[in-house]
Structures are given as C-alpha cells and as structure tokens.
C-alpha cells in the first residue's frame, strides 16, 4: 500500500506563503489526491484535490488562493498556499483515494500569526 509523508508546513504571518509537499512511496497515477485540514476542536475538512485527469476543486474559502497540483513521475502532489490567514492554522493532511481505498498521510502542522 503507498504510504504519504507531508513536508512543508511551518509558522508564517498572515499574508505570508507556504508551500506543502505530500510524496507517495508508490505511483499515485490513478489516485485522487486531497489536502485536508484540521483546527482544533474542529472537524477535517477538505482544502483541495486533484483528480488522475487533473481536474481539481477547492473550498470556496481558499479559492484564489491556495493551487493544488500533482507531478506522478515524483509521486508528489503540491498545495501552494497564498495570502493566509490566521483561519488557516490547522494540521494538513494529504489523502490518496481510489475506489473504496482512502489512504492519509500523518500530517503537517501550518500557523499563521504574527
């Protein structure tokens, strides 16, 4: 089974930019893959994702600034964050999913504030 690592995440002031990296140890080809985040006492929710045709969707509350993207011959898949926002601390995951199968990454931790 591919198995996720993020990197990227870190402490940024508002308006600030991150950049977070979510590497397979597999081809992640045919997955859709997701950027997920969770605040505290709060529910994950989902950021973006990428489908294997990349056709990609976004929260509207990040649209416009945050881009997810893939590279397969990595097996990475990238979310370029813009512009945050305090409302953005969270830990970020990534997910691979494929039919019945949804596998996640351990998660990175992004804190805006100055």
């Known amino acids: 089974q591919v198995q996720l690592v993020e990197s990227g995440g870190g402490l940024v002031q508002p308006g600030g930019s991150l950049r977070l990296s979510c590497t397979a140890s597999?081809?992640?080809?045919?997955?859709?893959m997701g950027w997920y985040r969770q605040a505290p006492g709060k529910q994950r929710e989902l950021v973006a994702a990428?489908?294997?045709?990349?056709?990609?969707n976004y929260r509207p509350s990040v649209k416009g600034r945050f881009t997810v993207s893939r590279d397969n011959a990595k097996n990475a898949v990238y979310l370029s964050m813009n512009s945050l926002k305090p409302e953005d601390t969270a830990v970020y995951y990534c997910?691979?999913?494929?039919?019945?199968?949804?596998?996640w990454g351990q998660g990175t931790q992004v804190t805006v504030s100055s």
């Open positions: 597999g081809s992640i080809d045919r997955y859709t």
């Open positions: 990428i489908t294997a045709s990349d056709n990609t």
């Open positions: 997910n691979a999913g494929l039919h019945a199968n949804s596998i």
